[in-house]
């Protein structure tokens, strides 16, 4: 939830198990979630410790893009390259202005 892209495998599993083991979601998970897939989303998520699909994380808004696991790595390498294309002082201000508005 930390990523600022997040691409996903076609068979990936995504979840806030902590609440089976008697405990909370840490470093900002419950924030995070809420975030990008919206309060009941993270709720039910978040007490219930059930996970999701790729699919139900990009319904969400939790992942942006889902490929099959052979192509992953390959379209996360295109990505990275793209944005690497870019000015390194401009990326960082979009990101900080993206992150600040949030």
């Known amino acids: 939830m ?4 997040i691409y996903a495998g076609e068979k990936a ?7 089976i083991i ?10 995070r979630l809420t975030r990008a897939a919206g309060k009941s989303n993270a709720m039910e998520i978040c007490l219930t410790g059930n996970q999701f699909t790729a699919q139900e994380a ?10 099959p ?3 992953l790595l390959e379209e996360t390498i295109k990505l990275a390259e793209r944005i690497g294309e870019h000015s390194p002082l401009i ?8 992150n600040i508005g949030k």
């Open 2 to 5: 930390m990523c600022d892209i």
């Open 22 to 31: 008697g405990t909370m979601p840490g470093a900002g998970g419950t924030q």
């Open 91 to 98: 990326v960082t201000q979009v990101k900080e202005a993206v």
């Open 69 to 71: 696991p052979e192509k």
């Open 13 to 19: 599993k995504f979840g806030q198990p902590e609440i």
């Open 58 to 67: 990009k319904e969400m808004g939790v992942v942006s893009k889902i490929f």
